[in-house]
């Protein structure tokens, strides 16, 4: 079975690798990720709550983002002029990585950057991980599907066009539950195949208590301040965005008798 991870593994680094060097200049002229004194990735799929858990670690001296995604580093290098790989992840660990400490999250492509700098697998053991999953994968396809159809990924965002009660669509939610089953297993299969014991976090744990899991998040990854400040947090704090319409959509899926059988492996 471990061979059978390792190829997969493998195959999937290969094909977003590949990817990523079709867009941009991949090069690194160094490693930049050596001058850090500590690492960590929140280990996730989309609507578990990885940008809540982000920002209730900025009291704790920690910038989070999904910095290391493709579809952001692609934006970025194109952005400045067509700049290579390593020279976007030195600006941003200068300007981001404060006191050292450099944390990123997201799904499992983030990897790649990391793995073409020498970071992985060479130095994975100086590395944390935080898995978030969500238990009730169904509400968390309902959210990913409306999210998707709006763009408004977020409180803060402006939703580009409303979404009605009319347009539930079945084959869209089992298509992101789905989804979301087959992201926790890459993750699994990644903490396996490197023996990596991730601190394991459900949407809901963090839901009911944002501040006292962050708190045991910062002691997982031995932070301790000072704090970290962002402007738009500060001024919009995140707010639940799931309305009656996400209630209507669950209980007609489920009447469907669609809500899916297989064990959702991403959670303890």
Same mark, same amino acid.
């Given at each position: ?145 409306? /999210? #998707?159809?709006? =763009? ?5 965002? !402006? &939703?580009?066009?409303? *979404?009605?009660?009319?347009? @539930? $669509? /079945? #084959?869209?939610? =089992? ?5 979301? !089953? &087959?992201?926790?297993? *890459?993750?699994?299969?990644? @903490? $396996? ?76």
């Amino acid at each position: 079975m471990t061979h059978e991870i390792k190829q997969r593994y493998e195959r999937r680094l290969a094909r977003d690798t590949e990817f990523l060097k079709s867009r941009i200049d991949v090069a690194f002229t160094f490693n930049p990720f050596r001058s850090l004194t500590q690492r960590f990735i929140i280990s996730a799929s989309p609507r578990t709550g990885s940008t809540l858990l982000s920002e209730m670690l900025l009291p704790h001296g920690a910038m989070v983002t999904e910095a290391l995604l493709p579809i952001h580093v692609i934006r970025a290098c194109e952005e400045r002029g067509g700049i290579a790989l390593g020279t976007y992840c030195e600006q941003y660990l200068s300007r981001n990585a404060r006191r050292g400490i450099f944390g990123t999250k997201g799904w499992p492509p983030l990897l790649v950057p990391l793995h073409l700098a020498g970071e992985f697998p060479n130095y994975m053991s100086e590395w944390k991980f935080i898995h978030l999953t969500r238990v009730d994968i169904v509400k968390q396809a309902i959210s990913k599907v409306i /999210a #998707a159809e709006t =763009l408004a990924w977020q409180s803060r965002d !402006i &939703a580009l066009r409303s *979404v009605s009660h009319d347009e @539930f $669509d /079945a #084959a869209k939610i =089992l298509k992101a539950v789905n989804a979301s !089953i &087959a992201e926790n297993q *890459v993750w699994n299969e990644f @903490f $396996d195949l490197f023996a990596i014991q991730p601190m394991r976090l459900t949407y809901e744990e963090l839901a009911a208590d944002p501040p006292g899991v962050a708190a045991d998040v910062a002691n997982f990854l031995g932070l301790n301040g000072p704090p970290l400040k962002r402007k738009r947090v500060l001024e919009a704090p995140l707010q639940v965005q799931a309305t009656d319409l996400n209630t209507d959509w669950e209980r007609r899926f489920l009447k469907l008798g669609l809500s899916p059988l297989a064990e959702n492996t991403g959670g303890p």
